[in-house]
């Protein structure tokens, strides 16, 4: 099973940008699909951005504008560049994989968005 490990986290002001990265322990240009979820405090996760084996995205509406997902086979990683951060943005994110019927997850990664 592939491990998936998030970074690029932390605290940002409201309105600052954040770029998370997530790697993968084996190459990623197989897996039909790569997304970013996140979970706030109380909440049930929710996809947040996801990219396909051919580059075709798609984001949440809360996101959308803001948000970029993109993808680096050649690196096995995935990125999701974060601009104009607002307040509910505040979760843990996690890194998400599918090939076929098979999926994994990252172990998550906070992102703090302050007033």
């Known amino acids: 099973q592939v491990q998936l490990v998030e970074s690029g986290g932390g605290l940002v002001q409201a309105g600052g940008s954040l770029r998370l990265s997530c790697a993968a322990s084996?190459?990623?240009?197989?897996?039909?699909?790569m997304a970013w979820y996140r979970q706030a405090p109380g909440k049930q996760r929710e996809l947040v951005a996801s990219?396909?084996?051919?580059?075709?995205?798609n984001y949440a509406d809360s996101v959308k504008g803001r948000f970029t997902i993109s993808r680096d086979n050649a690196k096995s990683t995935v990125y999701l560049q974060m601009n104009s951060l607002k307040l509910e943005d505040t979760a843990v994110y996690y890194c998400?994989?599918?090939?076929?019927?098979?999926?994994?997850w990252g172990q998550g990664i906070q992102v703090t968005v302050s007033s």
């Open positions: 084996e190459s990623i240009s197989s897996f039909n699909t």
């Open positions: 990219i396909s084996s051919i580059s075709i995205t």
């Open positions: 998400f994989a599918r090939r076929l019927t098979t999926y994994s």
